[in-house]
């Protein structure tokens, strides 16, 4: 089966930075995606990344390791409105195009 | 316009009724899917319509029966639901059928089954 964790829950500081990261364990890998979804709403894209290294975008950067089978999303200067679930999702390639979600990290930015 | 709209947003339906959700989306995509998604659990893939077809199904029980009637528009229809469907029902949207592309999710549908 495939594999893709990560941490459940995670809080952080109002301007202060937060690493969410993201491991798969899949029978194949084309590229991985983060999403933002908050509470009752839909996710909303952030990033794809296919290649090694890290891809910054504003605020919000997205890095991957390949060979290590690791990406993590980089928040830096929260903001209050960045308490949401982060979603990452493997494309696992061949013929399987479809992205297949991890359970979503909870963050809360408290003041 | 980089929006997908879903009716309704909220639905309560008795497990003998007969309900439609709505999708629509008007950027030209030509993949449609429907999710479903339940509390602090990722969106799980229900239904995937390539080109206004059918292409993939998920084990989906046949209580949800899936439409795309143009290439603008995606229906799930609901008939004789189990309290256990209740979920929040999503919608997507990419531009590329067949191949790994970014997905635009509408708001969801709330289904609460009684």
């Known amino acids: 089966g495939q594999n893709i964790d990560q941490p459940t829950e995670m809080t952080a500081t109002e301007g202060a930075i937060v690493q969410i990261n993201c491991t798969y364990q899949?029978?194949?890998?084309?590229?991985l995606f983060w999403y933002q979804q908050h509470a009752g709403e839909a996710p909303t894209f952030l990033s794809y990344?296919?290649?090694?290294g890290l891809e910054e975008k504003g605020r919000f950067s997205s890095f991957l390791s390949r060979s290590k089978g690791y990406s993590y999303l980089l928040l830096k200067e929260l903001q209050m409105k960045d308490s949401a679930s982060y979603l990452c999702?493997?494309?696992?390639?061949?013929?399987?195009?479809?992205?297949?979600f991890g359970r979503g990290t909870s963050l809360i930015v408290h003041p | 316009d980089t929006e997908v709209t879903q009716t309704p947003k909220h639905l309560v339906m008795g497990m003998t009724n007969k309900k439609s959700l709505k999708c629509e989306q008007h950027?030209?995509?030509?993949?449609m899917y429907w999710y479903k998604q339940k509390a602090k659990k990722p969106p799980e893939l229900m239904f995937v319509?390539?080109?206004?077809?059918?292409?993939i199904n998920e084990s989906v029980p046949s209580r949800f029966s899936p439409e795309c009637p143009n290439s603008s528009l995606l229906n799930l229809h609901l008939h004789a639901l189990q309290p256990e469907d209740s979920a929040l029902y999503l919608c997507?949207?990419?531009?590329?059928?067949?191949?790994?592309?970014?997905?635009?999710f509408g708001p969801g549908t709330r289904l609460t089954v009684l």
């Open positions: 999702a493997v494309s696992l390639g061949g013929g399987s195009y479809i992205p297949t």
């Open positions: 319509y390539s080109y206004e077809k059918l292409s």
């Open positions: 950027m030209g995509h030509r993949a």
């Open positions: 990344n296919v290649l090694d």
């Open positions: 997507a949207s990419s531009q590329v059928a067949g191949v790994t592309d970014t997905q635009y």
């Open positions: 899949t029978s194949g890998f084309n590229g």
